[in-house]
Protein backbone atom coordinates (compact mmCIF):
# COMPACT_ATOMS: atom_id res chain seq x y z
CA UNK A 1 0.00 0.00 0.00
CA UNK A 2 1.15 3.41 -0.54
CA UNK A 3 1.86 5.71 2.22
CA UNK A 4 0.65 8.63 1.20
CA UNK A 5 -3.14 7.02 0.78
CA UNK A 6 -5.60 7.02 4.08
CA UNK A 7 -8.39 4.43 2.80
CA UNK A 8 -10.40 4.32 6.13
CA UNK A 9 -11.25 3.42 9.91
CA UNK A 10 -11.97 -0.38 11.30
CA UNK A 11 -14.77 0.00 14.06
CA UNK A 12 -14.63 -3.08 16.30
CA UNK A 13 -17.75 -3.63 18.48
CA UNK A 14 -18.10 -5.77 21.47
CA UNK A 15 -21.24 -6.32 23.10
CA UNK A 16 -20.95 -7.27 27.09
CA UNK A 17 -24.12 -9.08 28.02
CA UNK A 18 -25.24 -11.86 30.65
CA UNK A 19 -28.85 -12.17 31.98
CA UNK A 20 -29.46 -11.62 35.83
CA UNK A 21 -27.93 -15.04 37.11
CA UNK A 22 -26.56 -13.81 40.19
CA UNK A 23 -27.64 -15.82 43.18
CA UNK A 24 -30.12 -18.04 41.11
CA UNK A 25 -28.46 -21.35 41.07
CA UNK A 26 -25.02 -22.73 40.67
CA UNK A 27 -25.45 -23.37 36.83
CA UNK A 28 -27.33 -20.04 36.49
CA UNK A 29 -24.20 -17.99 38.17
CA UNK A 30 -21.47 -20.59 36.38
CA UNK A 31 -22.61 -18.60 33.22
CA UNK A 32 -21.42 -15.39 34.47
CA UNK A 33 -18.17 -16.42 36.42
CA UNK A 34 -16.79 -18.45 32.96
CA UNK A 35 -17.65 -15.17 31.06
CA UNK A 36 -15.44 -12.88 33.67
CA UNK A 37 -12.87 -15.70 33.78
CA UNK A 38 -12.34 -16.19 29.86
CA UNK A 39 -13.95 -12.91 28.22
CA UNK A 40 -13.64 -10.09 30.39
CA UNK A 41 -10.71 -9.75 32.44
CA UNK A 42 -8.93 -11.66 29.02
CA UNK A 43 -10.34 -8.71 27.25
CA UNK A 44 -9.49 -5.88 29.60
CA UNK A 45 -5.92 -7.61 29.97
CA UNK A 46 -5.42 -6.94 26.22
CA UNK A 47 -6.58 -3.77 25.83
CA UNK A 48 -4.17 -2.90 28.86
CA UNK A 49 -1.15 -4.14 27.07
CA UNK A 50 -1.96 -2.15 23.81
CA UNK A 51 -2.51 0.79 25.90
CA UNK A 52 0.86 -0.11 27.16
CA UNK A 53 2.91 -0.33 24.22
CA UNK A 54 1.65 2.64 23.08
CA UNK A 55 -1.46 1.11 20.33
CA UNK A 56 -4.13 2.67 21.71
CA UNK A 57 -7.61 -0.21 21.08
CA UNK A 58 -9.60 2.28 19.90
CA UNK A 59 -12.54 -0.42 20.20
CA UNK A 60 -16.33 0.38 20.88
CA UNK A 61 -17.92 -1.75 23.56
CA UNK A 62 -21.08 -2.19 25.46
CA UNK A 63 -21.63 -3.13 28.85
CA UNK A 64 -25.44 -3.82 29.28
CA UNK A 65 -26.76 -2.46 32.72
CA UNK A 66 -28.23 -5.87 33.70
CA UNK A 67 -24.15 -6.91 33.71
CA UNK A 68 -22.98 -4.18 35.21
CA UNK A 69 -25.15 -4.59 38.14
CA UNK A 70 -24.02 -7.74 38.83
CA UNK A 71 -19.88 -6.87 38.09
CA UNK A 72 -20.36 -4.52 41.03
CA UNK A 73 -22.77 -6.80 43.31
CA UNK A 74 -20.88 -7.97 46.57
CA UNK A 75 -21.93 -11.34 46.02
CA UNK A 76 -20.55 -11.54 42.28
CA UNK A 77 -17.13 -10.32 43.92
CA UNK A 78 -17.01 -12.47 46.61
CA UNK A 79 -18.50 -15.66 44.61
CA UNK A 80 -16.28 -14.76 41.72
CA UNK A 81 -12.82 -15.79 43.88
CA UNK A 82 -14.17 -18.68 45.61
CA UNK A 83 -14.51 -19.74 41.83
CA UNK A 84 -11.75 -19.13 41.05
CA UNK A 85 -10.35 -21.15 43.82
CA UNK A 86 -12.56 -23.31 43.20
CA UNK A 87 -10.69 -24.35 39.45
CA UNK A 88 -7.55 -24.05 40.61
CA UNK A 89 -7.87 -26.94 43.41
CA UNK A 90 -9.85 -28.74 40.72
CA UNK A 91 -6.46 -28.06 38.45
CA UNK A 92 -4.08 -29.50 40.84
CA UNK A 93 -6.78 -32.37 41.24
CA UNK A 94 -6.24 -33.14 37.68
CA UNK A 95 -2.10 -32.48 38.12
CA UNK A 96 -2.47 -35.23 40.22
CA UNK A 97 -4.36 -37.73 38.45
CA UNK A 98 -2.28 -37.45 35.52
CA UNK A 99 1.27 -37.46 37.27
CA UNK A 100 1.98 -40.79 35.88
CA UNK A 101 -0.53 -41.30 33.27
CA UNK A 102 0.19 -38.39 30.61
CA UNK A 103 2.99 -35.63 30.75
CA UNK A 104 1.28 -33.61 28.20
CA UNK A 105 -2.40 -33.54 30.23
CA UNK A 106 0.00 -32.88 33.16
CA UNK A 107 1.36 -30.36 31.86
CA UNK A 108 -1.97 -28.97 30.48
CA UNK A 109 -3.81 -29.12 33.94
CA UNK A 110 -0.85 -27.00 35.45
CA UNK A 111 -1.27 -24.18 32.87
CA UNK A 112 -5.26 -24.31 34.06
CA UNK A 113 -4.07 -23.56 37.82
CA UNK A 114 -1.55 -21.14 36.50
CA UNK A 115 -4.28 -19.64 34.50
CA UNK A 116 -7.11 -19.23 37.34
CA UNK A 117 -4.26 -18.19 39.85
CA UNK A 118 -3.48 -14.99 37.11
CA UNK A 119 -6.57 -14.46 36.52
CA UNK A 120 -7.67 -14.37 40.53
CA UNK A 121 -4.24 -12.12 40.82
CA UNK A 122 -6.15 -9.94 37.95
CA UNK A 123 -9.26 -9.22 39.31
CA UNK A 124 -7.81 -8.26 43.22
CA UNK A 125 -5.03 -7.24 42.76
CA UNK A 126 -4.78 -5.37 39.23
CA UNK A 127 -8.58 -4.35 38.89
CA UNK A 128 -9.24 -4.09 42.83
CA UNK A 129 -12.38 -6.66 42.23
CA UNK A 130 -13.76 -3.48 40.44
CA UNK A 131 -13.83 -4.71 36.58
CA UNK A 132 -16.14 -1.34 35.68
CA UNK A 133 -13.57 0.56 37.18
CA UNK A 134 -11.08 -1.01 34.67
CA UNK A 135 -13.48 -0.33 31.64
CA UNK A 136 -14.27 3.02 32.89
CA UNK A 137 -10.31 4.18 33.48
CA UNK A 138 -9.99 3.04 29.73
CA UNK A 139 -12.30 4.75 28.42
CA UNK A 140 -11.03 8.01 30.55
CA UNK A 141 -8.09 7.62 29.40
CA UNK A 142 -9.41 7.81 25.60
CA UNK A 143 -8.88 4.00 24.55
CA UNK A 144 -11.94 2.74 24.39
CA UNK A 145 -15.72 3.84 24.33
CA UNK A 146 -18.28 2.01 26.08
CA UNK A 147 -21.65 2.39 24.89
CA UNK A 148 -24.75 1.19 26.71
CA UNK A 149 -27.82 -1.40 26.08
CA UNK A 150 -31.71 -2.11 26.65
CA UNK A 151 -31.93 -2.24 30.66
CA UNK A 152 -32.28 -5.78 31.03
CA UNK A 153 -32.08 -6.67 26.79
CA UNK A 154 -35.26 -6.58 26.49
CA UNK A 155 -35.86 -7.34 22.78
CA UNK A 156 -37.81 -3.76 21.71
CA UNK A 157 -39.82 -4.49 18.40
CA UNK A 158 -41.85 -7.52 21.13
CA UNK A 159 -43.03 -5.20 23.86
CA UNK A 160 -46.62 -4.24 23.58
CA UNK A 161 -46.34 -0.88 25.89
CA UNK A 162 -44.05 2.26 24.73
CA UNK A 163 -43.51 2.74 28.51
CA UNK A 164 -41.72 -0.77 28.71
CA UNK A 165 -39.05 0.76 26.01
CA UNK A 166 -39.11 4.31 27.63
CA UNK A 167 -38.06 2.42 30.92
CA UNK A 168 -35.62 0.48 29.23
CA UNK A 169 -33.63 3.19 27.43
CA UNK A 170 -34.13 5.96 30.65
CA UNK A 171 -32.97 2.96 33.33
CA UNK A 172 -30.37 2.56 30.84
CA UNK A 173 -28.90 6.25 30.53
CA UNK A 174 -29.26 6.58 34.59
CA UNK A 175 -27.56 3.23 35.35
CA UNK A 176 -24.75 4.20 32.64
CA UNK A 177 -24.48 7.72 34.98
CA UNK A 178 -24.05 5.57 37.83
CA UNK A 179 -21.11 3.91 37.19
CA UNK A 180 -19.21 5.78 33.81
CA UNK A 181 -19.56 9.58 35.36
CA UNK A 182 -21.39 10.86 32.38
CA UNK A 183 -24.12 9.88 29.67
CA UNK A 184 -23.64 7.18 27.21
CA UNK A 185 -23.36 8.49 23.42
CA UNK A 186 -24.48 5.16 21.85
CA UNK A 187 -26.73 2.36 22.21
CA UNK A 188 -26.53 -2.04 21.43
CA UNK A 189 -30.24 -2.53 20.92
CA UNK A 190 -30.63 -5.99 22.50
CA UNK A 191 -30.31 -8.34 19.24
CA UNK A 192 -30.16 -5.20 17.47
CA UNK A 193 -34.28 -5.29 17.79
CA UNK A 194 -35.26 -2.42 15.25
CA UNK A 195 -38.97 -1.15 15.27
CA UNK A 196 -40.06 1.92 13.03
CA UNK A 197 -43.01 3.79 13.86
CA UNK A 198 -46.19 2.56 12.59
CA UNK A 199 -50.06 1.57 13.89
CA UNK A 200 -49.06 -1.99 15.64
CA UNK A 201 -51.18 -4.45 17.37
CA UNK A 202 -49.89 -7.92 19.42
CA UNK A 203 -48.69 -10.29 17.67
CA UNK A 204 -50.00 -13.30 20.06
CA UNK A 205 -53.44 -14.87 19.02
CA UNK A 206 -55.14 -14.08 22.29
CA UNK A 207 -55.09 -10.30 21.68
CA UNK A 208 -55.14 -11.24 18.14
CA UNK A 209 -59.08 -8.76 18.16
CA UNK A 210 -57.88 -5.73 19.34
CA UNK A 211 -57.68 -2.56 17.15
CA UNK A 212 -54.06 -1.40 16.23
CA UNK A 213 -52.71 1.32 17.92
CA UNK A 214 -49.72 4.35 17.08
CA UNK A 215 -46.25 2.79 18.44
CA UNK A 216 -43.53 5.41 18.70
CA UNK A 217 -39.99 4.13 16.53
CA UNK A 218 -37.15 2.81 18.82
CA UNK A 219 -35.07 5.95 17.46
CA UNK A 220 -36.90 8.56 19.55
CA UNK A 221 -36.61 6.22 22.40
CA UNK A 222 -32.86 6.66 21.79
CA UNK A 223 -33.10 10.28 21.12
CA UNK A 224 -35.09 11.55 23.77
CA UNK A 225 -32.39 9.83 26.17
CA UNK A 226 -29.65 11.30 24.28
CA UNK A 227 -28.87 8.62 22.29
CA UNK A 228 -26.73 9.44 19.27
CA UNK A 229 -26.07 5.70 17.63
CA UNK A 230 -27.00 2.42 16.83
CA UNK A 231 -25.72 -0.43 15.36
CA UNK A 232 -27.72 -2.89 12.83
CA UNK A 233 -26.31 -5.70 10.75
CA UNK A 234 -25.69 -4.42 7.22
CA UNK A 235 -28.73 -6.74 6.11
CA UNK A 236 -31.08 -4.59 7.92
CA UNK A 237 -29.78 -1.37 6.19
CA UNK A 238 -29.48 -2.97 3.12
CA UNK A 239 -33.35 -3.20 3.05
CA UNK A 240 -33.85 0.11 4.34
CA UNK A 241 -35.66 3.20 1.81
CA UNK A 242 -34.04 4.71 -0.16
CA UNK A 243 -31.88 1.85 -1.88
CA UNK A 244 -29.08 3.24 -3.34
CA UNK A 245 -27.25 5.28 -0.13
CA UNK A 246 -24.53 7.28 -1.18
CA UNK A 247 -20.94 7.12 -0.45
CA UNK A 248 -20.77 4.37 2.30
CA UNK A 249 -23.61 2.35 2.47
CA UNK A 250 -22.75 0.86 6.10
CA UNK A 251 -23.93 3.86 7.75
CA UNK A 252 -26.65 6.74 8.08
CA UNK A 253 -29.29 8.98 9.89
CA UNK A 254 -32.78 8.43 11.12
CA UNK A 255 -34.77 11.49 12.33
CA UNK A 256 -35.30 11.31 15.86
CA UNK A 257 -38.54 12.17 15.89
CA UNK A 258 -41.01 15.05 16.25
CA UNK A 259 -40.81 15.81 19.59
CA UNK A 260 -38.07 13.99 20.46
CA UNK A 261 -35.12 16.60 21.97
CA UNK A 262 -32.58 14.50 20.92
CA UNK A 263 -32.44 15.43 17.15
CA UNK A 264 -30.98 12.88 14.47
CA UNK A 265 -30.21 8.96 15.50
CA UNK A 266 -27.03 7.91 13.62
CA UNK A 267 -27.25 3.98 12.31
CA UNK A 268 -24.31 1.77 11.64
CA UNK A 269 -23.86 -1.73 9.98
CA UNK A 270 -21.45 -3.88 10.48
CA UNK A 271 -19.59 -5.86 7.51
CA UNK A 272 -21.19 -9.37 7.56
CA UNK A 273 -18.66 -10.92 5.49
CA UNK A 274 -15.81 -9.57 8.02
CA UNK A 275 -18.16 -10.96 10.33
CA UNK A 276 -18.70 -14.42 8.94
CA UNK A 277 -15.04 -14.81 8.79
CA UNK A 278 -14.89 -15.26 12.67
CA UNK A 279 -18.00 -16.27 14.08
CA UNK A 280 -19.47 -18.49 11.59
CA UNK A 281 -18.71 -22.66 12.31
CA UNK A 282 -18.50 -23.27 8.82
CA UNK A 283 -16.03 -20.79 7.73
CA UNK A 284 -14.82 -19.32 11.09
CA UNK A 285 -11.24 -19.27 12.49
CA UNK A 286 -12.69 -20.71 15.75
CA UNK A 287 -13.41 -23.65 14.13
CA UNK A 288 -9.95 -24.60 13.32
CA UNK A 289 -8.64 -27.81 14.05
CA UNK A 290 -5.85 -26.41 16.03
CA UNK A 291 -7.84 -24.68 19.00
CA UNK A 292 -9.28 -25.67 22.10
CA UNK A 293 -11.84 -27.42 22.28
CA UNK A 294 -14.43 -25.87 24.35
CA UNK A 295 -17.25 -28.64 24.15
CA UNK A 296 -15.34 -31.57 25.85
CA UNK A 297 -14.79 -31.27 29.63
CA UNK A 298 -12.47 -33.31 31.90
CA UNK A 299 -14.54 -34.76 35.56
CA UNK A 300 -16.06 -32.04 38.23
CA UNK A 301 -13.48 -29.93 37.65
CA UNK A 302 -14.97 -29.06 33.52
CA UNK A 303 -11.56 -28.46 32.59
CA UNK A 304 -10.43 -28.74 28.91
CA UNK A 305 -7.44 -30.86 27.27
CA UNK A 306 -8.62 -31.05 23.73
CA UNK A 307 -7.93 -29.22 20.78
CA UNK A 308 -11.21 -29.10 17.73
CA UNK A 309 -9.10 -31.63 15.86
CA UNK A 310 -12.14 -31.17 13.45
CA UNK A 311 -14.96 -29.42 13.35
CA UNK A 312 -17.80 -32.83 12.60
CA UNK A 313 -15.71 -35.12 14.84
CA UNK A 314 -17.32 -37.03 17.68
CA UNK A 315 -16.05 -35.86 21.08
CA UNK A 316 -14.20 -38.93 21.66
CA UNK A 317 -11.82 -38.60 18.59
CA UNK A 318 -10.57 -34.73 19.94
CA UNK A 319 -6.78 -34.83 20.31
CA UNK A 320 -5.01 -33.43 22.90
CA UNK A 321 -4.81 -29.69 22.83
CA UNK A 322 -1.03 -27.64 22.44
CA UNK A 323 -0.90 -24.32 23.17
CA UNK A 324 2.22 -23.39 21.38
CA UNK A 325 0.49 -24.59 17.83
CA UNK A 326 -2.31 -22.34 19.16
CA UNK A 327 -1.72 -19.19 20.51
CA UNK A 328 1.99 -19.34 21.72
CA UNK A 329 4.43 -20.06 19.72
CA UNK A 330 6.11 -18.27 16.91
CA UNK A 331 3.92 -19.86 14.01
CA UNK A 332 0.86 -19.74 16.11
CA UNK A 333 -2.42 -20.23 14.37
CA UNK A 334 -3.78 -17.42 15.51
CA UNK A 335 -0.90 -14.96 14.33
CA UNK A 336 -2.18 -16.34 11.03
CA UNK A 337 -5.17 -15.73 11.39
CA UNK A 338 -5.06 -12.34 12.63
CA UNK A 339 -2.60 -11.37 9.92
CA UNK A 340 -4.87 -12.64 7.04
CA UNK A 341 -8.42 -11.05 9.26
CA UNK A 342 -6.39 -7.38 9.21
CA UNK A 343 -5.40 -8.43 5.62
CA UNK A 344 -9.02 -8.68 5.26
CA UNK A 345 -10.06 -5.31 6.26
CA UNK A 346 -7.28 -3.52 4.54
CA UNK A 347 -8.51 -4.95 1.29
CA UNK A 348 -11.92 -4.05 1.67
CA UNK A 349 -11.08 -0.71 2.55
CA UNK A 350 -9.06 0.07 -0.37
CA UNK A 351 -11.56 -1.58 -2.51
CA UNK A 352 -13.76 0.77 -1.35
CA UNK A 353 -11.73 3.52 -1.51
CA UNK A 354 -10.65 2.69 -5.28
CA UNK A 355 -14.15 2.39 -6.39
CA UNK A 356 -15.75 5.53 -4.71
CA UNK A 357 -12.69 7.83 -4.30
CA UNK A 358 -14.11 8.27 -0.53
CA UNK A 359 -12.63 7.22 2.40
CA UNK A 360 -14.45 4.03 4.51
CA UNK A 361 -15.24 2.12 7.39
CA UNK A 362 -15.97 -1.28 8.00
CA UNK A 363 -17.24 -2.77 11.51
CA UNK A 364 -17.56 -5.85 12.56
CA UNK A 365 -19.85 -6.33 16.07
CA UNK A 366 -20.07 -9.58 18.50
CA UNK A 367 -20.83 -10.95 21.25
CA UNK A 368 -17.98 -10.18 23.28
CA UNK A 369 -18.19 -13.85 25.04
CA UNK A 370 -17.32 -15.46 21.73
CA UNK A 371 -13.68 -13.70 22.53
CA UNK A 372 -12.40 -16.04 25.25
CA UNK A 373 -14.96 -18.09 26.33
CA UNK A 374 -16.20 -19.91 22.99
CA UNK A 375 -13.10 -19.36 21.58
CA UNK A 376 -10.40 -19.46 23.95
CA UNK A 377 -7.79 -17.70 21.67
CA UNK A 378 -9.86 -14.64 20.80
CA UNK A 379 -8.51 -12.39 23.02
CA UNK A 380 -4.92 -12.59 21.36
CA UNK A 381 -6.85 -12.88 17.96
CA UNK A 382 -8.17 -9.16 18.89
CA UNK A 383 -4.77 -8.29 20.60
CA UNK A 384 -2.83 -9.30 17.33
CA UNK A 385 -5.47 -7.73 14.85
CA UNK A 386 -5.40 -4.22 16.76
CA UNK A 387 -1.67 -4.27 17.03
CA UNK A 388 -0.98 -4.81 12.91
CA UNK A 389 -3.88 -2.29 12.14
CA UNK A 390 -2.44 0.27 14.31
CA UNK A 391 1.22 -0.61 11.94
CA UNK A 392 -0.94 0.33 8.88
CA UNK A 393 -0.22 4.03 7.64
CA UNK A 394 -3.20 3.62 5.16
CA UNK A 395 -6.14 2.09 7.71
CA UNK A 396 -6.66 2.67 11.45
CA UNK A 397 -8.99 1.34 14.65
CA UNK A 398 -11.40 4.17 15.02
CA UNK A 399 -14.33 4.16 18.01
CA UNK A 400 -17.94 4.83 16.73
CA UNK A 401 -17.96 8.15 18.22
CA UNK A 402 -14.66 9.16 17.01
CA UNK A 403 -15.69 8.31 13.04
CA UNK A 404 -19.04 10.11 13.60
CA UNK A 405 -17.53 13.07 14.56
CA UNK A 406 -14.62 13.15 11.86
CA UNK A 407 -17.12 11.55 9.20
CA UNK A 408 -20.94 12.56 9.73
CA UNK A 409 -23.63 10.76 7.71
CA UNK A 410 -25.03 12.50 4.87
CA UNK A 411 -27.59 9.64 4.05
CA UNK A 412 -31.27 9.50 5.91
CA UNK A 413 -32.42 6.03 5.92
CA UNK A 414 -35.61 4.12 6.88
CA UNK A 415 -35.57 0.92 8.35
CA UNK A 416 -37.59 -2.08 8.27
CA UNK A 417 -38.21 -4.01 10.97
CA UNK A 418 -35.45 -6.45 11.79
CA UNK A 419 -33.15 -7.87 14.05
CA UNK A 420 -29.84 -9.69 13.70
CA UNK A 421 -31.54 -12.45 14.69
CA UNK A 422 -32.76 -15.68 12.58
CA UNK A 423 -33.53 -14.33 8.71
CA UNK A 424 -33.14 -11.08 10.12
CA UNK A 425 -36.77 -10.84 11.55
CA UNK A 426 -38.25 -11.00 15.02
CA UNK A 427 -38.93 -14.87 14.28
CA UNK A 428 -36.54 -15.99 17.63
CA UNK A 429 -39.00 -13.61 19.82
CA UNK A 430 -42.21 -13.51 18.31
CA UNK A 431 -43.16 -17.22 17.38
CA UNK A 432 -45.42 -19.83 18.54
CA UNK A 433 -42.90 -21.17 20.85
CA UNK A 434 -43.15 -18.14 23.16
CA UNK A 435 -46.50 -16.63 22.54
CA UNK A 436 -47.25 -17.93 26.40
CA UNK A 437 -44.28 -15.61 27.60
CA UNK A 438 -45.23 -12.35 25.37
CA UNK A 439 -48.81 -12.58 27.10
CA UNK A 440 -47.60 -12.73 30.49
CA UNK A 441 -45.01 -9.99 29.64
CA UNK A 442 -47.98 -7.88 27.75
CA UNK A 443 -50.21 -8.85 31.01
CA UNK A 444 -47.52 -7.49 33.43
CA UNK A 445 -46.79 -4.27 30.94
CA UNK A 446 -50.26 -2.88 31.18
CA UNK A 447 -50.51 -3.83 35.21
CA UNK A 448 -47.24 -2.25 35.91
CA UNK A 449 -48.94 1.16 34.54
CA UNK A 450 -52.09 1.49 36.26
CA UNK A 451 -50.51 0.61 39.71
CA UNK A 452 -48.26 3.72 38.85
CA UNK A 453 -51.34 5.69 37.35
CA UNK A 454 -53.38 4.88 40.78
CA UNK A 455 -50.26 3.98 43.82
CA UNK A 456 -47.99 6.95 42.49
CA UNK A 457 -49.15 9.68 44.40
CA UNK A 458 -49.60 7.15 47.57
CA UNK A 459 -45.48 5.81 46.96
CA UNK A 460 -44.49 9.26 47.16
CA UNK A 461 -45.74 9.18 50.80
CA UNK A 462 -45.69 6.05 52.05
CA UNK A 463 -42.37 3.84 51.39
CA UNK A 464 -44.20 0.53 51.84
CA UNK A 465 -45.57 1.47 48.61
CA UNK A 466 -43.13 2.57 46.78
CA UNK A 467 -40.25 0.01 47.87
CA UNK A 468 -43.37 -2.65 46.39
CA UNK A 469 -43.87 -0.90 43.49
CA UNK A 470 -39.90 -0.67 42.34
CA UNK A 471 -39.58 -4.40 43.12
CA UNK A 472 -42.28 -5.11 40.83
CA UNK A 473 -40.80 -3.07 37.70
CA UNK A 474 -37.55 -5.21 38.44
CA UNK A 475 -39.74 -8.42 38.29
CA UNK A 476 -41.16 -6.99 34.82
CA UNK A 477 -37.89 -5.70 33.14
CA UNK A 478 -36.21 -9.23 34.38
CA UNK A 479 -39.37 -10.49 32.64
CA UNK A 480 -38.78 -8.98 29.62
CA UNK A 481 -35.35 -10.47 28.91
CA UNK A 482 -34.78 -11.65 25.67
CA UNK A 483 -32.38 -14.12 26.91
CA UNK A 484 -35.82 -16.29 27.77
CA UNK A 485 -37.09 -15.93 24.70
CA UNK A 486 -34.28 -17.18 22.46
CA UNK A 487 -33.60 -19.93 25.06
CA UNK A 488 -37.17 -21.49 24.46
CA UNK A 489 -37.06 -20.90 20.83
CA UNK A 490 -33.21 -22.47 20.39
CA UNK A 491 -34.42 -25.20 22.84
CA UNK A 492 -31.09 -23.93 25.12
CA UNK A 493 -31.41 -24.78 28.67
CA UNK A 494 -34.78 -24.33 27.61
CA UNK A 495 -36.47 -25.38 31.44
CA UNK A 496 -34.38 -22.89 33.24
CA UNK A 497 -35.57 -20.12 30.93
CA UNK A 498 -39.16 -20.74 31.26
CA UNK A 499 -38.90 -21.45 34.87
CA UNK A 500 -37.59 -17.85 35.13
CA UNK A 501 -40.59 -16.59 32.91
CA UNK A 502 -43.07 -18.19 35.26
CA UNK A 503 -40.89 -17.01 37.72
CA UNK A 504 -41.00 -13.29 37.69
CA UNK A 505 -44.21 -13.56 36.04
CA UNK A 506 -45.56 -14.52 38.99
CA UNK A 507 -43.28 -12.49 41.60
CA UNK A 508 -44.97 -9.54 39.95
CA UNK A 509 -48.17 -10.32 40.01
CA UNK A 510 -47.68 -11.17 43.58
CA UNK A 511 -45.72 -7.65 44.55
CA UNK A 512 -49.02 -6.28 42.33
CA UNK A 513 -51.66 -7.95 44.62
CA UNK A 514 -49.43 -6.19 47.88
CA UNK A 515 -49.39 -2.62 46.34
CA UNK A 516 -53.37 -2.76 46.12
CA UNK A 517 -53.89 -4.42 49.69
CA UNK A 518 -52.26 -1.39 50.72
CA UNK A 519 -54.26 1.10 48.84
CA UNK A 520 -56.97 -0.50 50.38
CA UNK A 521 -55.86 0.34 53.79
CA UNK A 522 -55.31 -3.33 54.85
CA UNK A 523 -52.47 -5.01 56.28
CA UNK A 524 -49.93 -7.18 54.74
CA UNK A 525 -49.19 -10.77 56.18
CA UNK A 526 -46.10 -11.75 58.03
CA UNK A 527 -45.89 -14.10 55.23
CA UNK A 528 -46.52 -11.58 52.74
CA UNK A 529 -43.76 -9.04 54.11
CA UNK A 530 -41.29 -12.22 54.30
CA UNK A 531 -42.29 -12.74 50.35
CA UNK A 532 -41.68 -9.01 49.66
CA UNK A 533 -38.13 -8.92 51.83
CA UNK A 534 -37.17 -12.17 49.89
CA UNK A 535 -37.38 -10.75 45.97
CA UNK A 536 -35.96 -7.50 47.28
CA UNK A 537 -32.36 -9.36 48.65
CA UNK A 538 -33.08 -11.87 45.56
CA UNK A 539 -33.34 -9.53 42.45
CA UNK A 540 -31.44 -6.11 44.51
CA UNK A 541 -30.83 -4.62 40.95
CA UNK A 542 -31.52 -1.08 39.84
CA UNK A 543 -31.91 1.30 43.00
CA UNK A 544 -32.39 4.29 40.12
CA UNK A 545 -35.48 3.43 39.21
CA UNK A 546 -37.85 6.11 38.84
CA UNK A 547 -41.97 4.77 39.01
CA UNK A 548 -42.65 7.65 36.66
CA UNK A 549 -41.35 5.79 33.28
CA UNK A 550 -44.24 3.58 33.70
CA UNK A 551 -47.05 6.35 34.09
CA UNK A 552 -46.82 7.72 30.76
CA UNK A 553 -44.55 8.69 28.11
CA UNK A 554 -42.84 11.93 28.02
CA UNK A 555 -43.41 12.72 24.46
CA UNK A 556 -46.27 10.50 23.36
CA UNK A 557 -46.91 9.38 19.74
CA UNK A 558 -47.93 11.48 16.83
CA UNK A 559 -51.31 10.13 15.69
Not at 143 to 155: D, L, Q
Request: proline share 5%.
Amino acid sequence: MSNKKFYGSYLLGLHFHIPWVLNKNEMEEEWLFEATAETYIPILNVFNRLANEGVSPQVTVDISPVLCEQLAHPDFKRKFEEYCWNKITEAQKDQAEFQNKDGHLHYLASQWEKFYQETLDHFTKRYGYDLLQGFKTLQDDGHIEIMTCGATHGYFPAMAEDTSIQAQTALARANYRKYFGRDPRGMWLPECGYRPSYWWRPPTPSRSGEWPYRRKGVEEFLSESGIRYFMVDDHQLRNAYPYDLDKNPLYGYIAGGAQAPGGDVSVLARDIGLSLQVWRAEVGYPGDGTYLEFHKKHSLGKHRYWKVTDKKADLGWKQRYYPDDAMLGPHAKVKEHAGHYKYLIATSLKNHFELSGHQAMVMTTFDAELYGHWWFEGPMFIYYVLRWISQDPNIKPETVSSFLDRMPPVNRVYLPESSWGNNFDNSTWINPEVHWVLDREYAAEREMQYLVKELGGLASVNRDVEKILKQAARELLLLQASDWKFMITNWSARDLAEKRVVEHHSDFFRLAAAAWCLHQGKELSQEEREFIDSCCTRDNLFPEIDLSWYEGLRYPAVC
